[in-house]
C-alpha cells in the first residue's frame, strides 16, 4: 500500500475513520468518500482538538452525499496539502470562520446543494490560494461582505439572490467567471459590475430581471466573453450596452419578451459569432440590426412572430454558417435572402407556414448566384408543402442531410423524381439531429426514405404507388426533363468529373426489395440501357420561361430596328422631294431674270 495514490471508499457505511488511517500512506493523493451517510468529521470524544485525518500527501478530498452537518474546528487542521475539498450535497447551514482556517493551500471548494444560509466575513480570510468555489443550490440572499481577493470562478446558481447591490463583488476583483443564473433577482445597481474588470463569462439566465438596464452597466468589463441574459421573461425591451466588447463571441437573449431589434442595438458586439434570440416575441427586424455584426456564424431566430425578413438583412453577415427560423409564421423563404450567406452549411425553416420552396424563376437565380451552394443540411419539417420539385434543389449541390416530414406532401410522379434525386444522391432523411455517416450507399439510403414514402404513398394509392416503386429504375420523363436548366459543355463536364471523383463506390448490381419486389440497383462504372444515373440536377438545366422571355426581347430589338429603318427613309424621301421642289423654284426665277 506504500505506493497508493488514489483510495475509493464511496458507497459504504463508514461512519468513524481513525485520524491516523491513512498517515502513512505517503504517495496517498486522491481520497473519495461519496455516499457514506452519517461520517463523523470530528472524534465524538474529543470533538475539539481531535483531526478528521492526518495526511501530509493527500490533495483532493471528497466528501459529497455524507450527511455532514458541520465542519468542527480544526476538522482539517491536519491536511494543509489540500488543494480540493468537496462538501457538496450535505447538511451544512453556515461556513463559520475557523472550519477552513487551516486549509491555507486550498484551490477549489465545493459547497454546492447544501442548505448554507450565511457565510461568515472571515470564512475564507486565511486561505490565499483559493481560485474557484461552487454555491449553488444554497438558500444565500446576497455575496456583499465576503471577501475572496485571488477569486477567479464562482457559481452562486440556484440561490435566493434577489438584488445585486453596488458593492456586491467588490470582494472578488479577480472574477473571472460568474455564474447567478436561476436565482430571483429583479434589480441590479448600475455600479454592480463595475469592479470585474478581469470579468470574461457572465450567466444571468433565469431570473426576473427587468429593463432598461443602465447602458453603461458594463463598460468595464472589457474582457468579457460570453454573456448570457436568457429567459428573463420580464426583459422586453434591448437597449444599447456602452463598452468595448473587442473579445465578447457569445450572447444569449433568448426566452426575454423582445418584441423587435432596432438598428444599432447590437453595434458595439462586433466580433459575436453566437447570436440567440430565439423564443421571443419578435415581430419585426429592422433591416441593419445585424450589419455590424461582420463575424457572426451561429444565428437563432427560431420560435418568433416573424412573418418576413428584409431581403438584405444579411447584407454584411457573410460568414454566418447556421441559421434557425423555425417556429415563426414565415409563409415563403426567398432565395434572394440567403445570397450574402456563401458560407452557410445549416438552415432551419422548420414549423413555418411555407406551402412550397423556391420556384423555377428562384431556382434559376440560385443557380446563377450560386446561393446555398454550400448549404448540406436542411430543415422544412412542419410546414405546409404539397408538392416538391427537383428544381428546388438545383443549386443545393452539397445538401447531405433533409428533413421534410410532417408536411402534407401529394404523391405525384414529381415526389417519385425528387426521392430518386434524393436517394440517388445519398441525401439521407434527417428526423432530428442524426449525424450523417462516413459513407452510405444507395441500398442504404432507400431503406432510410423507405418509412417516408410509405407515409406519404399508402398502400391504397396504387396507381401513384407504381410510380414511386419504379422511381429507382425508371429514368425521367419528358416533363420532368424539361425543368432543367441548360449549361455549357465545358461547365457540364467538369462537374461530371467532380462527381466522378467523389462518389462513393458500391458494389455492382446489388438486389433489393421495395414494396415487396426486387430492384436491381445498376453500378455507377456499368449502365444498363433502360435507366439512367440522375445526375445533378444543374447538368441537365433548361429553364423555359427565362428562354421564352429572351427571345421575346430579342423580336421586340429586331421590330424596333425594322421600324426604325422604316421611319428613316420615309424622312429622306421627303426630305429628297423638298429639296427636289426648291430646287426647281430657284431654276425658274434665275431663268426670268436672265430673259428680262
Known amino acids: 500500500m506504500d505506493h497508493l495514490e488514489e483510495l475509493d471508499l464511496s458507497d459504504n457505511e463508514i461512519v468513524n475513520l481513525h485520524p491516523n488511517t491513512i498517515e502513512n500512506n505517503g504517495n496517498l493523493r486522491h481520497l473519495i468518500l461519496r455516499n457514506n451517510p452519517g461520517i463523523q468529521l470530528a472524534n465524538p470524544n474529543n470533538p475539539r482538538h481531535t483531526p478528521f485525518l492526518v495526511s501530509g500527501s493527500l490533495v483532493q478530498l471528497i466528501l459529497a452525499n455524507c450527511e455532514i452537518k458541520d465542519i468542527p474546528k480544526r476538522a482539517f487542521a491536519s491536511l494543509g496539502g489540500l488543494d480540493y475539498l468537496d462538501l457538496s450535497r450535505n447538511y451544512l447551514t453556515e461556513l463559520k470562520d475557523d472550519g477552513l482556517a487551516e486549509l491555507i493551500n486550498l484551490e477549489t471548494l465545493d459547497v454546492s446543494d447544501n442548505s448554507i444560509s450565511k457565510i461568515s466575513a472571515d470564512a475564507f480570510v486565511d486561505i490565499d490560494d483559493l481560485t474557484t468555489l461552487y454555491l449553488r443550490g444554497n438558500p444565500i440572499k446576497t455575496l456583499e461582505g465576503i471577501e475572496i481577493s485571488g477569486l477567479e470562478e464562482l457559481d452562486a446558481s440556484r440561490c435566493d439572490i434577489e438584488v445585486l447591490s453596488p458593492a456586491v463583488f467588490d470582494g472578488f476583483p479577480e472574477l473571472v467567471l460568474l455564474n447567478l443564473s436561476m436565482n430571483k433577482i429583479k434589480d441590479i445597481d448600475d455600479e454592480a459590475f463595475l469592479a470585474l474588470t478581469a470579468l470574461r463569462y457572465l450567466d444571468l439566465s433565469h431570473n426576473s430581471i427587468r429593463s432598461p438596464l443602465d447602458k453603461f452597466m458594463f463598460q468595464n468589463c472589457n474582457d468579457l466573453e460570453t454573456l448570457s441574459l436568457a429567459n428573463n421573461r420580464d426583459f422586453r425591451v434591448l437597449d444599447k450596452f456602452e463598452g468595448r466588447f473587442k473579445l465578447l463571441y457569445s450572447l444569449d437573449l433568448s426566452n426575454c419578451g423582445i418584441s423587435q431589434i432596432t438598428d444599432g442595438v447590437l453595434d458595439n458586439f462586433k466580433y459575436l459569432t453566437y447570436l440567440n434570440v430565439s423564443g421571443n416575441n419578435i ?230 426489395t421495395f414494396r415487396g419486389e426486387p430492384i436491381e440497383i445498376p453500378s455507377f462504372d456499368d449502365i444498363p440501357d433502360h435507366m439512367e444515373i440522375v445526375e445533378p440536377i444543374e447538368n441537365k438545366s433548361v429553364v423555359i420561361w427565362p428562354v421564352f422571355t429572351i427571345w421575346c426581347a430579342i423580336a421586340l430589338i429586331v421590330l424596333a430596328i425594322a421600324n426604325a429603318t422604316i421611319i428613316a427613309v420615309r424622312r429622306w424621301k421627303r426630305y429628297d422631294r423638298i429639296k427636289g421642289k426648291e430646287m426647281f423654284g430657284q431654276s425658274d426665277t434665275s431663268h426670268n431674270v436672265c430673259w428680262l
Not at 455584426?293 to 444565428?299: C, K, P, Q, Y
Not at 454584411?316 to 426567398?334: C, D, E, I
Not at 440567403?338 to 458560407?343: G, K, L, N, R, W
Request: aromatic share 6%; glycine share 4%.
Open 283 to 512: 415581430g419585426h427586424i429592422d433591416a441593419n440590426a445585424f450589419s455590424a455584426l461582420t463575424h457572426l456564424v451561429n444565428l437563432d431566430l427560431s420560435k418568433n412572430r416573424l412573418l418576413g425578413l428584409n431581403s438584405h438583412i444579411f447584407l454584411h453577415n457573410t460568414m454566418l454558417n447556421r441559421l434557425s427560423v423555425a417556429g415563426n409564421m414565415f409563409k415563403h423563404v426567398p432565395a434572394i435572402l440567403f445570397q450574402p450567406t456563401i458560407d452557410l452549411d445549416y438552415l432551419d425553416v422548420s414549423n413555418n407556414r411555407i406551402n412550397g420552396l423556391w420556384n423555377l424563376s428562384e431556382s434559376f437565380v440560385m443557380k446563377n448566384k450560386n446561393i446555398l451552394g454550400r448549404l448540406s443540411t436542411l430543415n422544412v419539417a412542419g410546414n405546409k408543402i404539397r408538392k416538391l420539385h427537383m428544381h428546388s434543389f438545383i443549386s443545393i449541390t452539397q445538401l447531405a442531410r433533409l428533413d421534410i416530414s410532417n408536411n402534407p406532401i401529394e404523391c405525384t410522379s414529381d415526389f417519385s423524381h425528387m426521392m430518386q434525386w434524393l436517394i440517388l444522391n445519398r441525401v439521407i432523411p434527417n428526423r432530428g439531429n442524426n449525424p450523417r455517416p462516413v459513407e452510405v450507399s444507395v441500398i442504404d439510403n432507400n431503406i432510410q426514405w423507405d418509412q417516408f414514402i410509405k407515409e406519404v404513398c399508402p398502400e391504397g394509392k396504387t396507381d401513384k404507388i407504381e410510380k414511386t416503386d419504379k422511381m429507382l429504375h425508371q429514368p425521367l420523363d419528358e416533363e420532368a426533363q424539361k425543368i432543367t436548366l441548360k449549361t455549357d459543355s465545358a461547365q457540364i463536364d467538369e462537374e461530371e468529373s467532380d462527381a466522378d471523383s467523389n462518389r462513393v463506390q458500391v458494389q455492382p448490381r446489388p438486389i433489393i
